[in-house]
T-cell receptor, first 116, second 114 residues
C-alpha cells in the first residue's frame, strides 16, 4: 500500500531562518508522482510542485527548493530565509493510479509557524 | 485559472439532518474528489468520481454518499449527520487519466454537527 509520512507535526522558526520539511513515501509502483501543497490559514490547498519518479533533479523556485532522492524514498522541501507569510500547513502527497482513475495519498501535514 | 467553488464556507447542522455539500468546477475536469480533513489525520478521501454518474469509494465512505449528475457538479451527501462528521470538507478536481496533473482544491466547507 502507498503511504506518505511527514514525521514533523509542527515546526516553529524565526523569520529569516531556513527550514526543511521532511517527506518519506512508500510505493511499489515504478512510475509515480510526488506533490507538495500549501494550506494557508484561509484553508484552500495551493499546489506548489509536482515531480515524477524519473526525474531526480532538485528544483528551486525562489526561496523554495525540493530535494528528491529515490534511494531514501524522500522528497524534502526547504524554505530559505523564511517569512511570516510562509506560515501554513504543508502537505506532501503521492499519486496512486488504480483502474484508470487517479488518487492522491496525503501525508498528515506539517504545520509551519514563522515568527517575526 | 481553474475555479473550484463550494456552496458554503461554514455550515452548522443538527444530528440526524440530511446534509448536502456542493462542489462546482469550471474547467471541464472529469475527475472530482471529496476529502475530509481532521487535525492530526491529514486529508482522507471519502469518494471520487471520474465521469458523470460514476463514483468510487475512497478510504472512508461510511456515512456518506455522492451524486454526479452533471460534469461540473459533485455533491457529497450526509444521509443522517452525526457529531463525528464534524470536520473540514474539501473538494478537488483533476484532469482525467493523468496522474502527473495536480488536483485543484476548493476553499473548503467547515461543517459542525451539533
Amino acid at each position: 500500500a502507498q503511504k506518505v509520512t511527514q514525521a514533523q507535526t509542527e515546526i516553529s522558526v524565526v523569520e529569516k531562518e531556513d527550514v526543511t520539511l521532511d517527506c518519506v513515501y512508500e510505493t511499489r509502483d515504478t512510475t509515480y508522482y510526488l506533490f507538495w501543497y500549501k494550506q494557508p490559514p484561509s484553508g484552500e490547498l495551493v499546489f506548489l510542485i509536482r515531480r515524477n519518479s524519473f526525474d531526480e533533479q532538485n528544483e528551486i523556485s525562489g526561496r523554495y527548493s525540493w530535494n528528491f532522492q529515490k534511494s531514501t524514498s524522500s522528497f524534502n522541501f526547504t524554505i530559505t530565509a523564511s517569512q511570516v507569510v510562509d506560515s501554513a500547513v504543508y502537505f506532501c502527497a503521492l499519486s496512486e493510479a488504480q483502474g484508470g482513475s487517479e488518487k492522491l495519498v496525503f501525508g498528515k501535514g506539517t504545520k509551519l509557524t514563522v515568527n517575526p | 485559472d481553474v475555479k473550484v467553488t463550494q456552496s458554503s464556507r461554514y455550515l452548522v447542522k443538527r444530528t440526524g439532518e440530511k446534509v448536502f455539500l456542493e462542489c462546482v468546477q469550471d474547467m471541464d475536469h472529469e475527475n472530482m474528489f471529496w476529502y475530509r480533513q481532521d487535525p492530526g489525520l491529514g486529508l482522507r478521501l471519502i469518494y471520487f468520481s471520474y465521469d458523470v454518474k460514476m463514483k468510487e469509494k475512497g478510504d472512508i465512505p461510511e456515512g456518506y454518499s455522492v451524486s454526479r449528475e452533471k460534469k461540473e457538479r459533485f455533491s457529497l451527501i450526509l444521509e443522517s449527520a452525526s457529531t463525528n462528521q464534524t470536520s473540514m470538507y474539501l473538494c478537488a478536481t483533476a484532469f482525467p487519466g493523468k496522474s502527473s496533473y495536480e488536483q485543484y482544491f476548493g476553499p473548503g466547507t467547515r461543517l459542525t454537527v451539533t
